[in-house]
């Protein structure tokens, strides 16, 4: 792809996160548990099992869901081959090849556990 | 009055090698003594083998760019007294090769504006050297690159800009500025051919905008600016 | 090919550059802070998708199990991840990402062209035009949500600021 193209993408995908990012939060956020915070049940990790999945249970927030991993996955991995090529001082293809296979991973192995989560396997 | 103040200047002799060292040196100083002036005292009271380039000494010219505590500075612009410190580091600029103590070598920069044909392009080349007619522009058309026009190719805008240091084939703001005073301006003709050129992975996208370019600029140029600017035409494809 | 006769710097001199701001100014600390939470942010995102990963079973799991499995994978994930370590780090990515969320508005709209001034005949002691008060602004703004999101997550985790 042409360095224009993959910077446009970059812009896109922030913009993405941005939206789906609060969606992700917002679901965190007002979903779940009022005992406290929610911020208290979901950050520290102490509520009952599954206390953040069941609310995941809606094909439209998986939706978002994945929105938000391919977004993020693709900004990541752009952001970090700019860095890491500028650090070098040069083009590696081998930075390039290992972002792209980190990128695939992300992509599949977090869409298998947002279907998990949403019971859709 | 006369101040006292301690130069702590790079030296590098390239027939030595090495990494170069600093040098102190004791200057008088009195109001509105530049830099320049306190090297030049140096080189003719105290050190004649201090090497230091210069020639106009009134910012026009744009030979002694160095870094003063480092930041990057026409050495002929910086008043000695204004920096309030009583020792002043002197350095070559940096991304470029070192000739001798603070003299570089400008080779990329030039190399780099000759790369993005900083000049002005005219299909018609005929008309272009013989002209048979003038080539009016209104003020707004001016007023599109007259700020980057202003370039004293002082090169201190390369030697502070991150992305060149730690990747050194990025244009760089100055010939990017450069390429686009000329596609700014309505008499040129370059325009898809100077997009092509700056849409490269060493060109526009390589800028961070991390502004040290226009921050050091002694001519108040803002080259960040042109880039930017420059980046929304390729992006506009 | 271009930086033919200039020598590389080395990784380590690179780093240097990158995250030393030096006396260069606020957009100089919005790159070197743009990059750092861009990094960080970076390795929180993947450690997320591999701690979530791990929620549902880990990655020999690859469709929904049955309870009690379930169970045993959640308890065992949250006593790895419950100490204030990772309290701490979360406080940390949430100054982080906000700062990058909103400087990275600001960089959107300065790499498209907007919200910079317009080239201008250069005027003594005037600051760049590419330095608006609007961008300065976006800036500012982006340091203040994220020391907010920093308080925040930690008066959540820790009620640092609660009786
Ligand atoms: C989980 C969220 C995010 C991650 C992991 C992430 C990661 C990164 C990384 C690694 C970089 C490279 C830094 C650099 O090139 O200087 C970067 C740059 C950037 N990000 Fe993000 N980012 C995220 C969210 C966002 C959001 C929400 C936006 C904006 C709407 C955004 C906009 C930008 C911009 C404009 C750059 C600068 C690109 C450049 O300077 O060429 N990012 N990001
Ligand atoms: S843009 Fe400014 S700093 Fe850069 S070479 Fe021209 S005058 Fe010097
Ligand atoms: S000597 Fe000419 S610019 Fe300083």
Avoid at chain 1, 34 to 62: C, G, H, K
Avoid at chain 2, 2 to 8: L, M, N, Q, S, T
Wanted: net charge positive.
């Amino acid at each position: 792809m042409r360095e224009r193209d993959l910077m446009l993408l970059h812009y896109i995908t922030g913009i993405g996160i941005l939206v789906f990012g609060s969606i992700h939060v917002a679901t965190i956020f007002f979903t779940y548990p009022f005992q406290d915070t929610i911020w208290e049940t979901t950050l520290r990790f102490d509520s009952i099992p599954y206390a953040v999945l069941p609310v995941y249970r809606n094909a439209l927030l998986a939706a978002s869901l994945f929105g938000l991993l391919l977004c993020t996955t693709v900004h990541a991995m752009n952001g970090l081959r700019s860095i890491i090529t500028e650090l070098v001082g040069a083009r590696k293809r081998w930075v390039e090849a290992l972002l792209f296979a980190v990128g695939v991973f992300l992509l599949v192995y977090g869409t298998r556990t947002i279907l998990i989560a949403h019971s859709l396997v | 009055m006369v101040e006292k103040v301690k130069f702590k200047v790079f030296r590098y002799r390239p027939e030595d090698g090495g990494k170069g060292f600093y040098k102190e040196y004791e200057v008088p100083v009195k109001k509105g003594m530049t830099i320049l002036d306190g090297l030049i005292y140096i080189k003719e009271n105290i050190d004649p083998t201090l090497s230091v380039r210069y020639s106009c000494r009134m910012a026009i010219c744009g030979s002694c760019g160095v870094r003063v505590n480092s930041l990057e500075t026409l050495a002929c612009h910086t008043q000695v007294l204004e920096l309030k410190r009583r020792v002043i580091r002197v350095e070559p600029m940096r991304n470029y090769p070192l000739v001798k103590d603070l003299v570089t070598d400008m080779t990329p920069l030039f190399r780099k504006q000759k790369a993005l044909m900083t000049w002005l392009i005219r299909q018609d080349n005929v008309e272009q050297e013989n002209p048979t007619k003038q080539y009016l522009q209104s003020e707004e058309e001016l007023e599109r690159y007259l700020q980057f026009t202003y370039c004293i190719q002082c090169g201190l805008c390369y030697s502070a800009c991150p992305v060149v240091s730690t990747f050194p084939d990025f244009y760089g703001p100055q010939p990017l500025m450069k390429a686009y005073r000329y596609y700014a301006d309505s008499r040129d003709e370059g325009g898809e051919e100077r997009v092509r050129l700056v849409d490269r992975f060493e060109g526009v996208w390589r800028c961070h905008f991390a502004g040290s370019c226009s921050a050091v600029c002694p001519k108040g140029v803002d080259p960040a600016l042109a880039i930017q600017l420059l980046r929304r035409s390729a992006l506009k494809g | 090919m271009l930086a033919r006769g200039v020598s590389r710097s080395s990784v380590i001199q690179s780093l240097k550059v990158m995250l030393i701001p030096g006396r260069y100014g606020l957009e100089r600390w919005s790159y070197v802070l743009q990059r750092v939470s861009g990094v960080v942010v970076s390795l929180y995102f993947i450690a997320h998708v591999l701690e979530t990963g791990n929620f549902v079973g880990g990655i020999t799991v690859w469709s929904v199990p049955d309870y009690s499995f379930a169970e045993r994978a959640y308890e065992e994930t949250v006593k790895l991840l419950k100490n204030p370590i990772f309290d701490a780090g979360l406080a940390v990515v949430g100054f982080l990402v906000a700062l990058h969320t909103i400087n990275g508005i600001r960089l959107v709209l300065a790499h498209f062209g907007f919200s910079l001034g317009r080239p201008r005949r250069p005027e003594p002691f005037s600051p760049p035009p590419s330095f608006s008060s609007k961008q300065r602004a976006l800036f500012w703004l982006s340091i203040s949500l994220a020391v907010f999101a920093l308080l925040y997550t930690l008066d959540s985790l820790m009620k640092v600021f609660r009786p």
